[in-house]
């Protein structure tokens, strides 16, 4: 039996997370910026549950979360930096106070929440950090930067925690998924910049145009995603990254094969500039 610690666990792939934790017969510490829902839509689990407010940007409420975790169950086993949202637009176009409220909850939100929690795993000598990063992490096209920039501070948090963590027995995984049926792309989870500068509506207006048209038509099935992310936390090894849904093993693929044949092509040049 695991003890869980779940962020943005309201919906999304944070909901699934905390169902199928019950009913696997783990324990939960779900956290969300209204816990009474929480509570309301699980009032059936019992002592193995709890509901906790936590609005990821507030570090006093990450720590206050942990404390009553721990008061409760005494230990926490996997934490899953779900908390987050989608932000579309060009570079230029998106206003700066976008951008900001952007980066406080993806990445300064991701850091409190880790944190608090690391003193926690670092005393167990034990611990998965899993944390939901997006295919977008890796890789991003007209229209997804500032939102690809966030998620790409977070690979790198989570390449440098998985260095510092391995060897005191905890792991790390970022979980870059695809387009899920969740609820991502409602207006709920994402915000976007409409396209004014004409020179972009090629480019940003037809990526702003796919996503109004794709919302709950996403290819990925997000109960099968979940069963893949709880997986993780059954293997010996898990991986530093997880690429869900064949949109992202595809996206990941092209961007390998662009940037080896990048550093091939200018391979002379770069080896030309050593003393």
Do not use: C
Not at 169 to 178: C, K, L, M, R, S
Request: proline residues 4%; aromatic residues 6%; charged residues 20%.
């Amino acid at each position: 039996m695991s003890v869980w610690f779940i962020t943005g666990a309201a919906r999304g792939f944070g909901r699934g997370l905390v169902d199928a934790a019950l009913a696997a017969g783990d324990q939960v510490i779900a956290t969300a910026r209204n816990p009474q829902r929480l509570t309301d839509d699980h009032a059936g689990a019992g002592g193995a549950f709890l509901a906790a407010e936590l609005d990821v940007t507030d570090e006093a409420q990450a720590y206050r979360a942990v404390s009553a975790g721990m008061e409760r169950f005494g230990r926490i086993d996997v934490v899953v930096n779900n908390a987050g949202y989608g932000l579309f637009g060009s570079v230029e176009e998106t206003p700066d106070a976008f951008v900001r409220e952007l980066f406080d909850t993806n990445v300064f939100g991701l850091l409190n929440v880790t944190r608090a929690v690391l003193p926690t795993l670092r005393a167990q000598r034990s611990g998965h950090i899993i944390t939901m990063s997006s295919s977008a992490g890796f890789a991003v096209s007209a229209g997804r930067g500032l939102y690809g920039a966030s998620k790409f501070a977070v690979e790198a948090i989570s390449e440098a925690l998985h260095a510092e963590l391995q060897p005191l027995g905890i792991a790390v995984t970022a979980v870059e998924p695809g387009s899920f049926r969740t609820e991502f792309l409602s207006g709920d989870s994402r915000r976007e910049t409409p396209v004014e500068i004409a020179d972009y509506e090629p480019s940003v207006g037809s990526l702003l145009q796919a996503i109004a048209g794709s919302n709950g038509k996403q290819p990925g099935n997000p109960a099968r995603a979940v069963k893949a992310i709880r997986a993780l936390t059954t293997m010996s090894a898990p991986p530093l990254r997880l690429q869900l849904g064949t949109d992202a093993v595809k996206l990941v693929e092209n961007k390998l094969d662009l940037v080896r044949t990048e550093l091939e092509s200018n391979r002379m040049t770069s080896l030309s500039t050593d003393f």
